[in-house]
């Protein structure tokens, strides 16, 4: 397949709309395949961290542009959350967007300050018991992944956390790190570099199996809390009605990006793992998040508007 260089494109500087703020696992994985997308293209790529809403403003933004593939947009699991979290989005998520690339997952880490008596999933639980209503989680924002993580925590152990929103994943992760709050659920890769330097502790994982970075924290199934099981994802979109040859050409080019060690590693060594699916799969995969996540979020009568 020719490469969308190959092809003529691009043949000006692109950006790509990352809807959440600076130092989050969103921003960290832009920032490692950008650079060697723009040194295969030879053109900028521009990170543009467009924060704000839940990762709406960002969002919106690129329903709005032309499709020619000069503006996309990296997403996460909150791209199939906004729907059922917010009554009147001003976007169809399911029809205004064009899949490209899943590029990579990662699991969720549930970690706690050094300074929280626990050292264990069965230990948190427990110690919640003991205090409902009295410990504190942070998040990147109501209605975030995080947020919805412990939510279907509480609901499947039976515990009491109360919930404080940060805005954005870097200040999330700020605030824990400075004991502000003593637990989160966010990505690994947000959060390794702080587990390894004993700033936080990981208690468990939330995927159907172990992190590879972090092979000996159990999932929060073998933890004690059956049936647990949520990863997290990262995908490339464009506005509606991008050219399906474009579109192939983009995923090609990210693909081959992607097979290089340097860029492997790196990725490997943030907490993730490269996916590299079709643009029809990746849009399959998301579709099947949201059905999944319209259930949990009516279920918990969670909305962010």
Same mark, same amino acid.
């Given at each position: 397949m020719m490469s969308a260089h190959a092809a003529g494109f691009p043949v000006h500087s692109l950006r790509i709309v990352v809807p *959440?703020? @600076?130092?989050?696992?969103?921003?960290?994985? &832009? /920032?490692v395949v950008a650079p060697a997308l723009a040194e295969k293209w030879q053109q900028q790529i521009v990170i543009d961290n467009r924060a704000g809403a839940g990762g709406i403003i960002g969002t919106e933004i690129v329903a709005r542009a032309t499709a020619d593939g000069y503006t996309l947009l990296l997403v996460a699991p909150g791209f199939a959350t906004n729907p059922f979290l917010n009554r009147n989005?001003?976007?169809?998520?399911?029809?205004? $967007?064009?899949?490209?690339?899943?590029?990579?997952? *990662? #699991?969720?880490?549930?970690? #706690?300050?050094? *300074?929280? @008596? =626990?050292r264990? !999933?069965?230990?948190?639980?427990?110690?919640?018991?003991?205090?409902p209503g009295l410990l504190n989680y942070a998040s990147s924002g109501s209605g975030s992944t995080g947020h919805l993580c412990m939510e279907l925590l509480k609901r499947m152990a039976s515990i009491n956390l109360v919930h404080v929103p940060y805005k954005g994943a870097g200040a999330a992760?700020?605030?824990?790190?400075?004991?502000?709050?003593?637990?989160? $659920?966010?990505?690994?890769? &947000?959060?390794?570099?702080?587990? /390894? #330097? %004993?700033?936080? /502790?990981?208690?468990? !994982?939330a995927g159907a199996k /172990?992190? #590879? @970075?972090?092979?000996?924290v159990p999932t929060i199934a073998e933890a004690g809390v059956a049936g647990y099981a949520v990863d997290n994802w990262y995908a490339l979109m464009g506005p509606n009605n991008m050219p399906t040859a474009l =579109?192939?050409?983009? %995923?090609f080019d990210i693909l081959a990006v992607l097979k290089k060690p340097e860029v492997s590693s790196r990725i490997a060594d943030l907490g993730f793992e490269v996916a590299g699916l079709s643009?029809?799969?990746?849009?399959?995969?998301?579709?099947?998040?949201?059905?999944?996540w319209s259930v949990v979020i009516n279920e918990a009568k969670i909305h962010s508007d």
């Open positions: *959440s703020t @600076p130092g989050g696992a969103l921003d960290l994985l &832009a /920032r989005l001003p976007y169809d998520t399911a029809r205004e $967007f064009t899949p490209i690339i899943m590029i990579a997952m *990662s #699991a969720n880490a549930l970690v #706690a300050h050094p *300074s929280l @008596p =626990v264990s !999933v069965k230990e948190l639980i427990a110690l919640a018991k003991e205090q992760t700020a605030a824990i790190v400075a004991g502000q709050t003593p637990l989160l $659920f966010t990505a690994v890769g &947000a959060v390794i570099q702080h587990v /390894r #330097a %004993n700033r936080l /502790r990981a208690l468990a !994982v /172990r992190a #590879a @970075p972090m092979p000996e =579109v192939a050409m983009i %995923n643009p029809h799969d990746t849009g399959k995969y998301i579709d099947k998040e949201m059905k999944t």
